[in-house]
């Protein structure tokens, strides 16, 4: 989760993510100063409770600020019919 700062541009919002602050595109939705949003992005490592997530820029953060919304599954084999 990352909190709004404040609006950049008429399509751009700056937020706080803890520990950097980052400018991220929101043309729909209108977000105001304090409101919480979420930011996707691939989790790249994990190091005990830290997790490094790529954004864009790679960030890393503690282990509660992130949610998976979505698992990876490896591809399934599929077996050659002769």
Do not use: F, N, Y
Not at 40 to 64: M, N
């Amino acid at each position: 989760m990352a909190t709004v700062l404040k609006r950049v541009t008429k399509d751009r919002v700056s937020v706080s993510i803890p520990g950097l602050p980052h400018s991220v595109i929101d043309p729909a939705t209108r977000l105001t100063r304090g409101q919480q949003m979420e930011l996707p992005g691939d989790v790249s490592r994990i190091d005990g409770d830290k997790v490094t997530v790529s954004l864009g820029p790679i960030v890393t953060v503690d282990l509660d600020k992130v949610r998976v919304v979505q698992s990876r599954v490896p591809p399934k084999r599929r077996t050659v019919r002769m």
